[in-house]
T-cell receptor
Framework: ETGVTQSPTHLIKTRGQQVTLRCSSQ?????VSWYQQALGQGPQFIFQ???????GRGNFPPRFSGLQFPNYSSELNVNALELDDSALYLC??????????????FGPGTRLLVL | GQQVMQIPQYQHVQEGEDFTTYCNSS?????IQWYKQRPGGHPVFLIQ?????EVKKQKRLTFQFGEAKKNSSLHITATQTTDVGTYFC????????????FGKGTLLTVNP
């Protein structure tokens, strides 16, 4: 296992609600990336946090937001949930310094179902 | 934006047969990584290729990075039932943002 943990493992919400997903990075890793993986698809990059600042964002609307804390753990917040937000949400951490920062270690993910 | 295509989408083989999946990027990559995701699981890092024309082996798995750093392949020799899963390539285009662009993956099933 990678040492990256995520909570909760599963979640059911209704359309319009808000959700917060949590991630603890592997020890020594200071970069956290979040991905959305729809069924049968590859992971899609949402955003990345490095030293508590957003360090790049994919094609996701502003209702997807995040935080990184001083201990490098991270949160993903999604407001005004839509049915299409149903997916596996993956957190990945990477170590400081090239080339280690380019290798991402994934947590087990949070399966979100929006009804 | 950058796109990464993978073929085939599915591959079913008899145990002992070989398997190859191909990955093609719309842009030149800084490096490419391969991940394996078991059914119901999460992507697990397999390898990173950085140099043009690089070839790396891990037991029965052989990974190649193209000369132009836009394509890659994963070849498995003599598949086993433990090889079942989806294999993803993921490209990194360089820069300070360590975003990975994933292909859609190749689902490998192995008949014992």
């Amino acid at each position: 296992e990678t040492g990256v943990t995520q909570s909760p493992t599963h979640l059911i919400k209704t359309r319009g609600q808000q959700v917060t997903l949590r991630c603890s990075s592997q020890s020594g890793h200071n970069t956290v990336s979040w991905y959305q993986q729809a069924l049968g698809q590859g992971p899609q990059f949402i955003f990345q946090y490095y030293r508590e600042e957003e360090n790049g964002r994919g094609n996701f609307p502003p209702r997807f937001s995040g935080l990184q804390f001083p201990n490098y753990s991270s949160e993903l917040n999604v407001n005004a949930l839509e049915l299409d937000d149903s997916a596996l949400y993956l957190c990945a951490s990477s170590a400081p310094g090239p080339p280690s920062r380019e290798t991402q270690y994934f947590g087990p993910g949070t399966r979100l179902l929006v009804l | 934006g950058q796109q990464v295509m993978q073929i085939p989408q599915y591959q079913h083989v008899q145990e002992g047969e070989d398997f190859t999946t191909y990955c093609n990027s719309s842009t030149t990559l800084s490096n490419i990584q391969w991940y394996k995701q078991r059914p119901g699981g999460h992507p697990v890092f397999l390898i990173q290729l950085v140099k043009s024309g690089e070839v790396k082996k891990q037991k029965r798995l052989t990974f190649q990075f193209g000369e132009a750093k836009k394509n890659s392949s994963l070849h498995i020799t003599a598949t086993q039932t433990t090889d079942v899963g989806t294999y993803f390539c993921a490209g990194h285009s360089g820069g300070s943002n360590y975003k990975l662009t994933f292909g859609k993956g190749t689902l490998l099933t192995v008949n014992p």
